[in-house]
Structure formats: C-alpha cells, structure tokens
C-alpha cells in the first residue's frame, strides 16, 4: 500500500456539508478539515465538527478539525445599489461617517483608517483588484484617486500596500470564537493577521483560559509578520503561509520565494507548515486543474510543506470530491521526486532531547536498513513529530492510546496515527500489541523488519528512549 505524507486540509461548506459527500473526500484523502470562522454560527460549527466525528469514527480514520478564526478583515460597507463601477482616474471617498454608499463615496466598517492613513498611501481594494492613492484625508473622510478601477461591491477587503495598519489580530468575535472552538474540541486553531509574537501568545493564553488544549497556527498574512517571522514560528505550533493578503500588501511576486523561505525556516523550528490559498481555484468551476495548478500543488510538496489546504474548491465549488482527488494524485507524483532532508547523517548536529536521539537513530537506522516502517509508542505525539521533521523515507505509524495527540498528528508529513489499548501491560505485551496494530491495519506483513520505539520504563511519564528493530512474526527480537 502506496501512503501519501503530504496531509490535505479541505473546508466545508455548502458543498461539502453532506455526510455523504463528507465522508467520500475523507475515503478519497482528506486528513484535516476546516471550520472557517468568517461564516456561519457557532451551532453550525458545533454540528459540523459532530459530523466529521462521527463519520471519522465510522470509517475508523483520525480526521483533525482546525478551526480558522476571522480576524480583523478591514472592509468596505455597502452601497444603496449593491456595487458600483469606478474608472481609473475617478475620485473616490471612503468615508467612516457614511451609512450607504454610492458612486462616489462609501462607508467603513474598521472606523480609524482615517488616522493611520495620509497622503501617498495606496489603498487595495477587493484582494488587489481595485487599488486607489489616498489624496488627502479629511475628518473621517479619505479622498483617493482610483488608480486601477473595476466593479466595487458590497462589503470588500482592504489592504494597505506595505501593511502599517495597526487592526488587533484577535477582535471581540475572534474572542469568541475562540470558546465555541474549545467548546466543539479544536485540534487547531488558525488566527488571522498576527503581526508579532505577542499576538500568538495572547491566543494561545486564551485557549488555555477556555481550557483547551488546540494547537495554535499563525496564518502568515501581513507585511508587518515579515520582519517578526522568526519569533512568530517559535511562538506558534505551525503556520501558514496564506497567499491571499500577503500577496495584496507584499505584491503577488514576492510570494513565492516568501513561500519558501516560511517552509524552510519552520521546518527548521521543527514546526508544521500549511501552504493555502488559490492552490486549485479553477476546480471551484471545472473538473480539472489547471497545468499551473498541479504545478503549485507539486512545488509546495517539493518544498517540504507538512499539509496543502482547500478553501473554496471544497467549500463552494462544483467539484469538491474531484478536487481532492486531483490534490492526492499530484502529491503522490511530487512526492516521488522529492529530496529528503540528510539531517540524521549531518556530523556535526547536536542534539539536546533524547527522543530527538532516538528519531535521528531511528531515521539512519532505516536508512541503511531495509526496514518496512517505523512505529512509534507515543502519548504525546512527540516522538512521532520528531521523526516527520527527520524526514523518513519509510512510513511512521504513531501508536498513541490519546486520542487528541492522534488527531493533531494528523497535520504531520509522513505520520500515520492509529489507537493502542495501553493499559497496564509490561513491556513485551505492549510490544505485541504494537506488532498486532502493525498487521491489523495492513501496514505490515510476516517477514518485515520494523524499528520500534518507546519509552522505558513503559507507562511512565516522559520521552522515547529505546529504539528496537524487530522481525514481524519472529519469536525473537534481533
């Protein structure tokens, strides 16, 4: 059996809301869905992550649930007529005072853009689309000539080119939020807009308040989150690198090699890494991708990401179940050609953590061996995190009798999370029990060698410290 390590995130919504249509994109590849924050009620969300519990438990397969927070989207109000259509050259007012819009002025939701905006400043409007100069400011008002004009509806985004607005990352709804996600048991929580560290660390103490134990993910979005990436990975469990904003207050050119970079520099905090946005957006109306979209897909496998996330595609597009399918078949090819990180053979690392040891021994080990797989006992996950960053070229299995550690291992490249019944057993009943799971699944036959690893003295609190290498269905260990 072929595994795929790159992990799919796929968002629900209408046209994926179904059980059945669910349950199909979870058979055909997803591992983590998305609950996106900026729609729907907290029942709705409750009664979706109930859903993928339920058929995630029928199908017996770990299905993470990332919940993604709205943050503080600057938009435009609305207009008497629902939209208008500027020109390039035309004068324009955002107007904070203004209740309905029309074609030449319009209201603000985010009240104090007036102040944190002056003369020179460009505006961007509708993800990039409309983008205007402000000409001077006014009380609450924005004079700005329309430098690239088009059609501007009801509620649009705006961005500052080069970033500077100063919105906080978590608003009073993201607070919220944040307790309907506990309250539903989020695996992982996505905040929007963080500017600094500082911003991360307040959602994560919030989460704790509400008593939840979700992973925290940054969503990389803001120009200002640039020069602060360093502190912002280390404060976070994971990031992602979302495109859409980022590419609005950077310019869509720097994007890629800005892709890159956040991969590179997470993986080398040992953090998880989400690549999102627009990854198979023509598939939201045709059954196929696009040629550069296969390609997008295959470069961020190639680049190292942990997971590739769906947005509209699964949310509201035709294809829902198509689209997934075409995310797996790609990943699978790139997956091929993708170089493996030589980290446990580098002569001159040192290591601080014992199971980070044993997961550089285990990944040589199998490296120079033929091994089947590696299995890690885990009640945390960690060693099972260790050997994904490790860069396996055989499967992880992590055999965790939690199971919130097996659902948030389910974001992880290369780590295959399943149950084991713990309980009070000694040592060799539990490594039985191991080799059981290992052939139950499938994963394994009679005959295959597997490196095991677990912590001594068994049962006890703390980190991996054995790695053992046995024959499947051997009496004996070697």
């Not at 799919?8 to 046209?15: D, H, K, N, Q």
């Not at 324009?92 to 603000?108: K, P, S, W």
């Not at 040592?427 to 059981?436: A, F, N, R, T, Y």
């Not at 499938?442 to 001594?456: I, P």
Request: charge should be neutral; charged fraction near 25%.
């Amino acid at each position: 059996m072929t595994l795929r390590k790159t992990k799919i995130v796929a968002t629900l919504g209408p046209s994926s809301n179904s059980e059945e249509m669910l349950a199909r994109m979870i058979t055909a590849g997803v591992n983590v869905v998305r609950l996106n924050f900026s729609h729907g009620s907290a029942e709705e969300h409750i009664h979706r992550a109930t859903m993928v519990r339920a058929i995630a438990a029928k199908l017996n397969r770990p299905i993470g649930v990332l919940c993604d927070l709205q943050g503080p989207k600057i938009r435009i109000g609305q207009f008497e007529l629902g939209k208008v259509t500027l020109k390039t050259g035309d004068i324009f007012i955002l107007d904070a005072d203004c209740e309905l819009g029309d074609q030449f002025h319009v209201g603000l939701d985010y009240k104090t853009l007036p102040q944190e905006v002056s003369e020179g400043v460009v505006l961007l409007l509708d993800d990039g689309r409309i983008s205007m100069q402000v000409d001077r400011v006014k009380g609450q008002q924005i004079h700005c000539l329309v430098l690239n004009g088009g059609v501007l509806s009801n509620n649009k985004g705006i961005n500052r080119q080069g970033g500077g607005l100063a919105a906080e990352a978590l608003t009073k709804k993201d607070r919220l939020d944040i307790k309907t996600a506990v309250a539903l048991e989020a695996d992982f929580i996505a905040m929007s807009f963080p500017k600094n560290a500082a911003d991360v660390e307040l959602a994560r103490s919030l989460v704790k308040q509400a008593g939840g134990h979700a992973s925290i993910i940054a969503k990389i979005e803001r120009a200002e989150a640039i020069s602060h990436l360093a502190a912002i990975i280390e404060a976070s469990d994971a990031i992602m690198v979302a495109r859409g904003d980022l590419g609005v207050e950077v310019g869509d050119a720097a994007v890629p090699g800005l892709q890159k970079r956040m991969i590179r520099m997470a993986r080398a905090q040992n953090k998880l890494v989400i690549t999102a946005t627009q990854m198979m957006e023509s598939m939201i109306s045709s059954p196929i991708p696009t040629r550069a979209e296969v390609s997008d897909v295959a470069n961020a496998v190639l680049d190292g990401t942990d997971a590739v996330m769906l947005s509209a595609e699964t949310a509201a597009g035709q294809y829902p179940l198509e689209t997934v399918q075409a995310v797996h078949r790609v990943v699978m090819e790139a997956e091929k050609e993708y170089i493996k990180l030589e980290h446990a053979e580098k002569s001159d690392l040192v290591f601080l953590k014992t199971d980070e040891t044993i997961a550089a021994a285990a990944i040589y080990t199998a490296k120079h061996l033929k091994v089947k797989a590696i299995a890690a006992l885990t009640q945390s996950g960690n060693a099972a995190r260790w050997l994904s960053r490790a860069d396996a070229e055989v499967p992880i299995y992590a055999l965790s009798p939690d199971k919130l550690a097996r659902r948030k291992l389910t974001l992880h490249r290369g780590v295959y999370p399943f149950p084991i019944e713990q309980g009070n057993k000694n040592k060799d009943e539990i490594l039985q029990e191991m080799e059981q799971v290992l052939l139950q699944q499938k994963m394994v036959q009679a005959g295959d060698t597997v490196l095991l690893t677990f912590g001594e003295p068994i049962g006890s609190p703390g980190g991996t410290n054995t790695l053992k290498i046995i024959e499947i269905g051997a009496v004996q260990a070697r």
